[in-house]
T-cell receptor, first 112, second 113 residues
């Protein structure tokens, strides 16, 4: 099993550009999450989804959007990239009711 | 603000030494988890704790869920070079729903031969 797959691994964006970070899981997990990781900080929750068609904001949602049209995919959209969005982004999933997240390997984004 | 206070921030130890780290919070937690992150990778779950007072081992790793439900610690015994990485505590507060977790800032462990 591939688990949680994130693409791309690295990306450099210019201020004001947009992009979509892709996340796919093949474990039939209902719950999926997007976190960002900044140096010296714990992971912060951006958005989460408890099933296809259901999404909600986390702790730091500003500047991001998500959609969940299928169980497998949970893309994260940046519409107008800002330097403050320079970070490492992790997607994670769990079956409903479990706590041991399976994480993807991350996307390192730099906004210049 | 930071919900979980994880310490120490970093540790430089010699191979064979034991390592201890802990997480504390002002909130009460239902679940404590410990993850390890290798460079360029996502965190990987090491140990999960579900009951106050629970002590759980996974090989050379031992973790405990504090009796007050506001803290947890992780011990690594007889460290080896592959223990290098960042260790994160995480937990679900009683007020969290839908599997959401709070994360500590991480402990960077460096092991020297």
């Amino acid at each position: 099993n591939a688990g949680v797959t994130q693409t791309p691994k690295f990306r450099i964006l210019k201020i004001g550009q947009s992009m979509t970070l892709q996340c796919t899981q093949d474990m039939n997990h209902n719950y999926m999450y997007w976190y960002r990781q900044d140096p010296g900080m714990g992971l912060k929750l951006i958005y989460y989804s408890v099933g296809a068609g259901i999404t909600d904001k986390g702790e730091v949602p500003n500047g991001y959007n998500v959609s969940r049209s299928t169980t497998e995919d949970f893309p994260l959209r940046l519409e107008l990239a800002a330097p403050s969005q320079t970070s490492v982004y992790f997607c994670a999933s769990i079956p409903g009711g479990g706590y041991g997240y399976t994480f993807g390997s991350g996307t390192r984004l730099t906004v210049v | 603000g930071q919900q979980l206070n994880q310490s120490p921030q970093s540790m430089f130890i010699q191979e064979g030494e034991d390592v201890s780290m802990n997480c504390t919070s002002s909130s009460i937690f239902n679940t404590w988890l410990w993850y390890k992150q290798d460079p360029g990778e996502g965190p990987v779950l090491l140990i999960a704790l579900y009951k106050a007072g629970e002590l759980t081992s996974n090989g050379r790793l031992t973790a405990q869920f504090g009796i007050t439900r506001k803290d947890s610690f992780l011990n690594i015994s007889a460290s080896i070079p592959s223990d290098v990485g960042i260790y994160f505590c995480a937990g679900q507060r009683t007020t969290d729903s839908w599997g959401k977790l709070q994360f500590g800032a991480g402990t960077q462990v460096v092991v020297t031969p």
